[in-house]
């Protein structure tokens, strides 16, 4: 049973809109979130988390809303560029920033010129 | 930032044979390494943890006696596919933790595409 869920397999953007990009989870406990970007043929870089007590965090083009009771967050990118084209992946970690980290199966964003 | 390299990227073998994948920091010492497998289409499953000179831990479902780990240093650990057979064809990720106050952020790899025939 997935622990952490992307739904959304994929994403087309338009260039200059906002993406966003969603995750859900299931586990009351977890306590630190994450975003990853992957390339193709790359690992993934991390991006930007949030920890259970905040509801956002921002930076730069990039904020993660948290919605405790939703168990829903999610990762907006404005304005999109076509460089953000590339596969997202939201993780969870059960130990805060130490923890070891649960994947959802990502999200393929396209930014159309 | 912190680069993790990880050899080879590329790796297509016989059923029966054993395949080493290695993984390094390359600027900085990590005191914990993560493996993952990412299946197609699937999230990437965290295999094992492993700190600097102990044993590696693994997670529930994974054979410690296929998949074995080694960390032996804080800049490299090697994981190796032993008999490996067709269904272990996958992407393997390494990741690395400083594990210092300066930050708790993993560090991945570029990752490994087995390819058992």
């Known amino acids: 049973d997935q622990q952490v869920k992307q739904n959304s397999p994929s994403l087309s953007v338009q260039e200059g809109r906002i993406s966003i990009l969603n995750c859900d989870y299931t586990n009351s406990m977890f306590d630190y979130f994450l975003w990853y970007k992957k390339y193709p043929a790359e690992g993934p870089t991390f991006l930007i988390s949030i920890s259970s007590i905040k509801d956002k965090n921002e930076d730069g083009r990039f904020t993660v809303f948290l919605n405790k009771s939703a168990k829903h967050l999610s990762l907006h990118i404005v304005p999109s560029q076509p460089g953000d084209s590339a596969v997202y992946f939201c993780a969870a970690s059960l130990g805060g920033s130490q923890g070891n980290l649960i994947f959802g199966k990502g999200t393929k964003l396209s930014v159309k010129p | 930032g912190a680069v993790v390299s990880q050899h080879p990227s590329r790796v297509i073998c016989k059923s029966g044979t054993s395949v080493k994948i290695e993984c390094r920091s390359l600027?900085?010492?990590?005191?914990?390494m993560f493996w993952y497998r990412q299946f197609p289409k699937q999230s990437l499953m965290l295999m094992a943890t492993?700190?600097?000179?102990?044993?590696?831990?693994?997670e529930q479902g994974v054979e410690k006696d296929k998949f074995l780990i080694n960390h032996a240093s804080l800049t490299l650990s090697t994981l190796t596919v032993t008999s490996a057979h067709p269904e272990d064809s996958s992407f393997y990720i390494c990741?690395?933790?400083?594990?210092?106050?300066?930050?708790?952020?993993?560090?991945f790899g570029p990752g490994t595409r087995l390819t058992v025939l």
């Open positions: 990741s690395a933790r400083t594990g210092t106050s300066g930050g708790d952020e993993q560090f």
């Open positions: 600027d900085f010492q990590a005191t914990t």
């Open positions: 492993s700190n600097e000179g102990s044993k590696a831990t693994y």
